[in-house]
């Protein structure tokens, strides 16, 4: 997208049609518009959608006085009158393009050109501090900065750190910065001169505090520039294995396998959807209003699902899976007692036998933790092929190939499931086969690949036994979307599997 928008510098305009304004694609061109056209139907449906695309765009940082509204007229059927529309809106329409082809609509045409010829310049960059004056400010309901500023947030440190993180907009582009994400060098010299930039100017702004607390305040500015904002902190502690936002006011974490809330927060809605957009775009990932849902990795293999409204009901939900920096071998169990020697001296040699493995489990018990330890036990001589659908797997071995699932982009189009992969792997003449979690009809493929030659494979499977597991096995073949008899699914898998391993969490954590 830069070398795009560097190819097109020299042109008076550029006209971007944006169905999804906050796709990744199309995110630069939003940032730097001169203008943002909104177009909506004059009817009660689409005044509706009108106004909740302005509260996104508010939320976004697109400020109000870049916004502008077209009517486009395709049925007289439930037409709102302009008036109408523009007490609802609160703004004046710039253009109204009429139902007919005759004159009347080249002359509308015309007019929106010559309105749109004379819109003058606006600064570039993100405007990380939108104004909320206006008819369609964000509204202060229990997720917004009211019940921020009437709790225990400091109102002045709050307003104090946006002064100095507009100052910065100005000197430096803070949009460059998705693009560095994964890429630790460049990553740490932009952090680093960001950091001289937010020290001079906390400096010349006279904060009034310690030095230990000026110095926090710099970490703050830098965190939320160029990092995940108030969960830098969280991220930062070692013993932090998951990390759960609830919206932008509530953030638990789970230590030592028990869950504890945390006094950090997110000062909006807004700053939360950014941060999870500053972890999606480098991969190539989206989240919106037509894919509300989104999988995602940090670059240290932390697993990111995050979900937005409409679906989740009370706002902006993420959560975090953490993997340590030093990764837990088969010795750390048994020092911890979670598995005794022998139990593990006996998967070391059904692994090195080539063993089909099931490692089973509830949410949070460990089953990718015990299945990176599983794959230590393979010989360092095999070629090893990994699937999963976002990579967390940390093998140790030389020879290892890994595939990543791919959500269908903008379009609905170019997705990639586990069982396309799956299929994908078995032409890439594997010893082994790892699946990171098998949930869906990919379970028949891997299957047939057990009992045609493909034996020593390992995968996880969500379930409450040894029992569910095969139970689950067996309704996932089922959704494969072949008729075929129980009795025949059956002495499939009894014929690839070898062995089922089940991992549950203590009351304990």
Do not use: W
Request: aromatic fraction near 4%; glycine fraction near 8%.
């Amino acid at each position: 997208v830069e070398g795009i928008l560097g190819t097109l510098a020299g042109l008076d305009a550029i006209i971007v049609d944006a169905p999804q304004p906050f796709a990744a694609a199309v995110r630069p061109f939003m940032l730097r518009a001169r203008r943002v056209f909104v177009v909506l139907e004059p009817t009660l449906l689409g005044v509706a959608a009108a106004q909740a695309l302005l509260a996104d765009l508010q939320r976004f940082g697109v400020p109000a006085n870049r916004i502008d509204l077209i009517t486009n007229t395709r049925s007289e059927n439930g037409a709102v009158a302009r008036s109408e529309v523009e007490r609802a809106l609160g703004s004046k329409l710039v253009a109204e393009v009429p139902l007919s082809t005759n004159r009347a609509y080249a002359k509308s045409i015309t007019a929106l050109q010559n309105y749109i010829q004379s819109v003058p310049s606006t600064p570039d960059g993100l405007m990380l501090q939108p104004s909320v004056a206006g008819p369609y400010a964000p509204s202060t309901n229990g997720n917004g900065v009211a019940k921020a500023v009437a709790g225990s947030v400091d109102v002045k440190r709050q307003a104090f750190k946006a002064e100095v993180h507009s100052a910065l907009i100005r000197q430096f582009d803070l949009a460059t910065a998705g693009s560095v994400q994964g890429d630790a060098a460049k990553l740490a010299e932009l952090r680093s001169r960001v950091e001289e930039i937010a020290a001079r100017l906390v400096s010349e702004r006279e904060f009034a505090g310690s030095a230990e607390d000026l110095a926090d305040l710099r970490r703050e500015i830098v965190d939320e520039a160029l990092g995940l904002g108030p969960l830098e902190d969280l991220l930062r502690d070692p013993d932090v294995t998951e990390v759960m936002v609830n919206g932008p006011e509530t953030i638990y974490v789970e230590r030592f396998g028990k869950i504890e809330h945390t006094a950090k927060r997110f000062s909006d809605d807004r700053q939360l959807r950014l941060i999870i957009e500053r972890i999606i775009t480098p991969l190539g990932r989206r989240i919106d209003e037509a894919s509300p849902m989104v999988d995602a990795r940090l670059p240290d293999g932390s697993r990111v699902n995050a979900i937005i409204d409409p679906i989740a009901i009370d706002g902006t939900a993420m959560t975090i899976r953490r993997f340590g920096q030093k990764r837990l071998t088969a010795d750390d169990l048994i020092k911890i007692g979670a598995a005794p020697a022998p139990m593990l001296d006996f998967l070391r040699a059904c692994v090195q036998a080539r063993l089909n493995c099931v490692v089973s489990g509830g949410t949070g018990s460990g089953k990718t933790t015990f299945l990176n330890i599983l794959s230590s036990f393979l010989p360092d001589r095999e070629r090893i092929v990994t699937i999963e659908d976002a990579a967390e797997l940390m093998l140790n071995q030389s020879h290892v190939i890994r595939l990543e699932a791919r959500p269908p982009n903008i379009e609905g189009s170019g997705e990639i499931r586990i069982r396309d992969l799956f299929r994908n792997a078995l032409r890439m003449r594997p010893d082994r086969i790892i699946i990171g979690e098998c949930r869906g009809p990919e379970a028949l493929d891997m299957l047939q690949a057990m009992n045609t030659g493909h034996d020593g494979s390992l995968t996880t499977i969500h379930a409450n036994s040894q029992r569910d597991a095969i139970s689950r096995i067996e309704t996932m073949v089922l959704m494969a979307g072949f008729d075929l008899p129980i009795r025949a699914i059956r002495e499939q898998v009894a014929s690839a599997l070898d062995l089922v391993v089940h991992t549950s969490r203590l009351r304990d954590g």
